[in-house]
């Protein structure tokens, strides 16, 4: 089994650049790993935040001025990958600009 320390690692100590993400999804122990927002830096793609999965859990990772830090665990536990890889979107993109909050206000 890999673990999340493991995974956090293998990344460079700055913004992982998205094809090691495709590279690292090519170990048996990694169902997944995708860039959760990208930028372009210098001709390549970097992300400082990721999802990577595998059998045990998927984490939600980010980058800042400390490193790489999960940010969200979904442990996998009895449960099916799909599944797991749903709630961990959820929990990644809820975080981020990508998802708008809800407007509550009345007019």
């Known amino acids: 089994m890999l673990d999340e320390g493991a995974v956090l690692d293998t990344f460079p100590d700055s913004p992982v650049p998205t094809t090691a993400l495709a590279d690292l999804e090519r170990h048996e122990a ?3 790993a995708i860039p959760i927002t990208a ?3 210098g ?3 970097v992300s400082e935040r990721v999802l990577v999965q595998t059998e045990a859990a998927a984490i939600v990772a980010v980058y800042d001025d400390k490193g790489w830090t ?3 665990r979904v442990t996998a536990a009895s449960r099916d990958s799909g ?3 749903q709630e961990a979107m959820i929990r990644a993109q809820g975080d ?5 909050p809800p ?4 007019p």
Do not use: A, P, Q, Y
């Open 96 to 100: 981020s600009s990508l998802v708008e």
């Open 103 to 106: 407007d509550n206000t009345e």
């Open 70 to 72: 999960v940010d969200h």
């Open 43 to 45: 001709g390549r793609e």
């Open 39 to 41: 930028e372009s830096h």
């Open 83 to 85: 599944e797991v890889f």
């Open 30 to 32: 990694i169902l997944t």
